[in-house]
């Protein structure tokens, strides 16, 4: 059970480059060995002249299998979306956050998350 009383925060950002999913997508967050997080904020953002798909989806260690998260979403040009909105999920020791474009796109993809000790993991 992970020890509430105790969090760091952390954020990471990653220009996504990746146009495959799964496997081949890019990585954007990984938890760390021996925590649990919870994602507090995601945030898509495209930089590109144009309108493109931006995908997102999460890698589950347990049972190593990807979930789509975001699924093509269409971004208009120069414009941001908040995944998460006001909400928040969890992700557990090895879980990711990966991400691919469609191909000519600009995505930068910012995650900021708590993240518990949880020696059970």
Do not use: C, W
Not at 61 to 77: G, I, K, R, W
Request: a negative charge; zero cysteines; hydrophobic letters at 35%.
């Amino acid at each position: 059970m992970p020890d509430l009383s105790v969090s760091k925060f952390t954020t990471e950002n990653k220009r996504v480059t990746s146009t495959s999913a799964d496997g081949s997508a890019d990585v954007v967050y990984t938890v760390p060995d021996n925590y649990s997080a919870i994602v507090r904020f995601l945030h898509l953002s495209n930089g590109t002249s144009s309108t493109k798909k931006a995908n997102v989806q999460i890698y589950h260690n347990d049972n190593t299998s990807y979930q789509t998260l975001v699924n093509s979403l269409s971004m208009a040009a120069n414009t941001t979306h908040n995944v998460v909105s006001g909400n928040f999920f969890t992700l557990h020791q090895k879980d990711k956050i990966v991400s691919y474009i469609e191909s000519g796109m600009t995505l930068d993809v910012t995650i900021s998350v708590e993240e518990y000790f949880d020696p059970a993991r």
